[in-house]
């Protein structure tokens, strides 16, 4: 599995998004572009994942950035995806895991005991050149990626991030993620 640093190229893709559409890296030169990989469309952690950062839009407007999600769902699994919460942002399938293995985000899983394949929830910022101002493994909100653009030191422990990630999952649907994230993250001292 590869592993990517800051300073590191970012590997290329050409991978179909949600509305059948060709996307490209590439077509993001200039630009900086948050690129996120989740492992499974409308689950709770990616939909907390994917939500957390639709409504981190604002911030992450005011720092030019895009947003592109990847997971192993095919197109029409994206869109329904994509429909149900209005994501607004491309979502590509790489179903055959060839980017993610590019990203070292496909590996060893362990759920109830039970070893798979599969994608380690993770976050890259890929900067106007091409190449990674910043990697997040197991990261699963938007303000650890706000948090990369701004620069400043990110606890990503595994347990921070699933005491953070457990929060988001108890609010009722209706309250706004990215509010309760912050509001957690004042309370732990960040």
Request: net charge positive.
């Amino acid at each position: 599995m590869a592993t990517l640093a800051p300073g590191d190229r970012a590997p290329a893709f050409t991978l179909t998004d949600q509305h059948g559409k060709t996307v490209k890296l590439a077509d993001f030169k200039g630009k900086q572009v948050v690129v996120y990989f989740y492992p499974k469309a409308d689950t709770p952690g990616c939909t907390a994942q994917s939500c957390a950062l639709r409504d981190a839009e604002p911030d992450l407007k005011k720092l030019k950035a895009k947003v592109i999600g990847i997971s192993p769902d095919p197109p029409d699994k994206q869109l329904k995806f994509d429909e149900k919460y209005g994501l607004g942002f491309p979502l590509l399938a790489d179903t055959e895991h060839t980017v993610a293995e590019k990203y070292g985000v496909w590996g060893e899983k362990v759920n109830y005991g039970r070893k798979y394949m599969g994608i380690i929830r993770s976050a890259f910022v890929v900067d106007g050149t091409g190449k990674l101002a910043a990697a997040a493994r197991r990261a699963h909100l938007a303000p650890e990626i706000i948090n990369i653009f701004r620069g400043e030191e990110l606890d990503l422990a595994f347990g921070r991030a699933n005491v953070i990630h457990a929060a988001l999952l108890a609010g009722p649907a209706s309250d706004n993620v990215l509010a309760r994230v912050r509001a957690l993250t004042a309370f732990l001292g960040e």
